[in-house]
């Protein structure tokens, strides 16, 4: 044996004396917390510690607020990665530290340095974790982004207004525009005639808000059909299942798999006031309209949770802004597996932004399969809701 081993197989004891040391310091402490630390404890350590028991994960309340998800998703989430070996714990980082100082990133934007200040690190290394955890989460992409269901959605089964019309649908389209930080040469495309630069996010979402697809990075100024297009082309790209349907809005237009409203017809629910539907085109636009609704506030949950999204210019590499637009979908995926998740507005409480010119957006091609099969059902609805009246009045 030489000594390079001799010494490293001295270290090694050592280290685990000091973790040994620590666990049974640890386990008398850990029914008031459930940090997980290892290796030997100095003044920054117990400032941090502090910090994490007291101000992040002390309960469901702190956790939301710093973590942007409760404490039972964030210590399993975080579990998964130690269990497939995804993340490691390191001497002074254990991988809730590390998943801790991610979330709190993406859901503040704030900047490595003041991560670093509150968690005791350098910014140095909190960015060396945060590209590990980025890394991580997007590991874990196709488990947590998946295909929908092929089922009649729970919520269109048995509602006189979407049942049987929209039994295909598993769900809907939509685009959102994320604030993007580009080199100076790139930024006339990134921008267009808005102030800012933003890159253009199409994602598929389902009746229970999930993110079935998500295609990020395209730039601000690409048109909504375009980044469908390529979406469909792709390897591995969108794939819609025979016989079913995404709700899309006009600027996606209409084809197989892709059910927009009537154009130049009333839309919004609150451009409706109190004038009543006149004819079976409103009335298909209506319930397009009050179904895809519900299925915007996925977005409005995405941007509400993590500010990075939502606030001012990002300061990471490009390439990396679109890891982390996916990163966010697949972690919020993750917390609505887990059931409960607090940044989803009410559906009664919800009022859309209309963000795409929906009704009349001229640009995008419908074909005809599509707007056949749109006006025999928009046909459908307005009998039947034709015989309902005459029944009432009988
Ligand atoms: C959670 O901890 C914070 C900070 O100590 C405290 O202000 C808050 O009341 C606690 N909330 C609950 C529900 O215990
Ligand atoms: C909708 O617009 C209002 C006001 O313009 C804004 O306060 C709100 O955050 C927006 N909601 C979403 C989901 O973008
Ligand atoms: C553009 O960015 C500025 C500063 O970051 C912000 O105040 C403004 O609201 C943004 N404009 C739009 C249209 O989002």
Not at 341 to 367: K, V, Y
């Amino acid at each position: 044996m030489d000594n390079k081993k001799r010494m490293l197989i001295h270290t090694s004891v050592a280290y685990m004396l000091v973790s040994m040391f620590t666990l049974v310091v640890n386990s008398r402490k850990r029914k008031q917390r459930e940090s997980i630390t290892y290796g030997p404890i100095d003044e920054t350590d117990r400032m941090r510690r502090e910090y994490l028991e007291n101000k992040v994960w002390k309960n469901d309340t702190t956790c939301l607020n710093m973590l942007r998800m409760r404490k039972a998703p964030f210590f399993r989430f975080c579990q998964l990665f130690r269990d497939r070996n995804l993340l490691k714990d390191t001497i002074h980082t254990s991988i809730e530290l590390q998943v801790a100082m991610f979330l709190h990133t993406v859901g503040h934007n704030v900047r490595n340095r003041v991560i670093g200040l509150n968690y005791g690190r350098s910014g140095e290394v909190v960015s060396r974790y945060f590209k590990r955890v980025l890394h991580a989460i997007g590991e874990l992409r196709d488990e947590l982004i998946r295909k929908p269901s092929l089922e009649t959605p729970a919520k269109i089964e048995g509602n006189y207004r979407w049942d049987p019309y929209f039994k295909d649908c598993i769900g809907a389209i939509d685009g959102t525009h994320v604030r993007a930080s580009v080199t100076k040469d790139l930024e006339a495309s990134f921008r267009g005639r808005k102030t800012n630069t933003t890159q253009n996010v199409m994602a598929a979402v389902d009746f229970d808000l999930r993110f079935t697809y998500v295609l990020a990075g395209w730039e601000g100024t690409a048109h909504d059909a375009l980044v469908l297009r390529d979406a469909l082309e792709r390897e591995n790209g969108l794939r819609v299942p025979q016989g079913k349907y995404y709700l899309v809005d006009g600027g996606y237009g209409a084809k197989p798999g892709f059910l927009p409203p009537f154009r130049r017809v009333r839309y919004h629910l609150n451009e409706w006031g109190s004038n009543p539907v006149q004819d079976e085109k409103e009335l298909f636009n209506l319930r397009h309209s009050s179904l895809r609704v519900g299925v915007e506030r996925g977005f409005g949950s995405l941007k509400g949770r993590f500010k990075i999204l939502d606030d001012a210019t990002p300061f990471f590499r490009y390439p990396t802004q679109v890891d982390i637009v996916v990163a966010c979908c697949i972690i919020h995926n993750w917390v609505i597996n887990d059931g409960i998740d607090e940044f989803i507005i009410p559906e009664d409480e919800w009022t859309p932004n209309i963000t795409h010119a929906s009704t009349s957006s001229g640009q995008a091609q419908e074909l005809a399969y599509m707007t056949n099969f749109r006006q025999e059902l928009a046909d459908q609805m307005w009998e039947d809701r034709q015989n309902y009246m005459q029944q009432q009045d009988m």
